[in-house]
């Protein structure tokens, strides 16, 4: 995830470690702090990756490769992991005040909550709304470190200057992330009529996840189903809106969704003549289907290295319940009235399970 790769691309200067001015009347108005310089000895990339999804946008700066002090306000962040579900927080303003607060949680929320203690007091202190626990602090910045001496060549102007280190800035994760996907589906009937279970029809789907930070899904999807028997050509078009939340760990996704469907049905005679019929015998008006929907996605995401755009490839799975408008709950069964026994041909609705392959990709939008 972008989030974990904060602390290989961070941004940095060149210049000595310049002394941190003790607190004055000034300092201890109330005032954005723009740089958060975190401590990678505590600080794991876990606890990062929490961190960049509540700072609203803060700038995260790595000690270990910090050389100079950020020219706006900034503060430097350490943990304490202490025995049990535990960890101690600490903070130092860049104008000397220190804060600090004990975390206690059971350690799978452990990150989580210190990430969300963290954010919390950043906003108090830049709205006076809490009083440091010391003033006049040292902030713990790591010593600036030497410049490497250049070794002399027999002919040092046909050897071109090594560039220097350029400063490198990752922006925190995306507020929003949309996904288009582009799927191939099965569609099998897996309940009444059982005449006509199985195999139900094939299509493609198009769609578009929004994915928020916060791992929030809304889906808007299009899928076109078709099948054929005897001579009776069925097309269905199903549009979906749905909603639910994604999963992320490292390269695997996992997508769960829910949502409703219209799907209208066009029905193409090939010389027989069809009598459009429900479970129960009784004809019905062609209307279009209504439904539920409920789907999970699993999925291999290949990440950007330096930008917030991915490639997935992940297979769709969906049980899926729908009715003709107006109508009892069922399918609909299409049969072939003209011989003395109706020939069944193909069903709509009713209860189908979907397999897909789906190919997509994410690519993060500007809060701005």
């Known amino acids: 995830m972008l989030g974990v790769s904060l602390f290989a691309a961070t941004l940095v200067a060149t210049a000595p470690d310049v002394p941190v001015p003790p607190a004055d009347d000034?300092?201890?108005?109330?005032?954005?702090i723009a740089v958060l310089v975190v401590d990678v000895v505590s600080i794991d990339a876990a606890l990062v990756e929490e961190m960049a999804l509540r700072l609203r946008g803060r700038e995260l700066v790595a000690t270990d490769v910090l050389l100079d002090v950020p020219a706006s306000r900034f503060a430097w962040v350490g943990v304490e992991w202490l025995a049990g579900d535990r960890a101690r927080l600490r903070l130092v303003i860049s104008d000397g005040r220190a804060y600090s607060r004990l975390v206690e949680v059971p350690a799978p929320q452990l990150h989580r909550a210190v990430a969300g203690v963290l954010a919390n007091m950043l906003d108090a202190i830049?709205?006076?709304?809490?009083?440091?626990?010391e003033v006049g602090v040292a902030v713990p910045l790591p010593a600036p470190k030497p410049t490497p001496t250049p070794t002399p060549t027999k002919n040092p102007a046909a050897e071109p200057a090594r560039p220097t280190e350029v400063a490198r800035t990752i922006e925190a994760t995306p507020r929003w992330e949309l996904g288009p996907v582009v799927a191939g589906v099965v569609v099998l009937g897996v309940g009444p009529p059982t005449d006509l279970d199985g195999f139900v029809g094939a299509g493609a789907a198009v769609g578009l996840d929004a994915r928020h930070r916060s791992g929030g899904l809304a889906t808007?999807?299009?899928r076109?189903?078709?099948?054929?028997?005897?001579?009776?050509?069925?097309v269905r078009v199903r549009v979906a809106l749905a909603g639910g939340y994604v999963l992320r760990r490292r390269a695997f996704e996992l997508t769960a969704?829910?949502?409703?469907?219209?799907?209208?049905?066009v029905l193409r005679d090939g010389g027989s003549v069809p009598d459009l019929r429900k479970p129960s015998g009784g004809a019905v008006a062609s209307a279009p289907l209504v439904g539920v929907l409920a789907g999970l996605a699993p999925a291999y995401v290949l990440r950007a290295q330096r930008r917030p755009l991915a490639l997935r490839f992940a297979l769709e799975l969906e049980l899926a319940a729908s009715m003709e408008a107006?109508?009892?709950?069922g399918a609909i069964r299409y049969v072939d009235a003209i011989p003395a026994t109706p020939v069944p041909l193909v069903r709509a609705g009713g209860v189908e399970l979907a397999l897909g392959?789906?190919?997509?990709?994410?690519?993060?939008?500007?809060?701005?």
């Open 26 to 32: 000034a300092a201890v108005q109330p005032d954005a």
């Open 220 to 222: 808007l999807a299009v």
């Open 357 to 368: 392959l789906a190919i997509g990709g994410w690519f993060g939008v500007s809060r701005h």
């Open 257 to 265: 969704r829910a949502g409703a469907s219209v799907e209208p049905v």
């Open 224 to 234: 076109v189903l078709t099948h054929a028997n005897d001579g009776l050509r069925i």
């Open 326 to 329: 107006r109508s009892p709950p």
């Open 126 to 133: 830049e709205h006076g709304e809490i009083e440091p626990e």
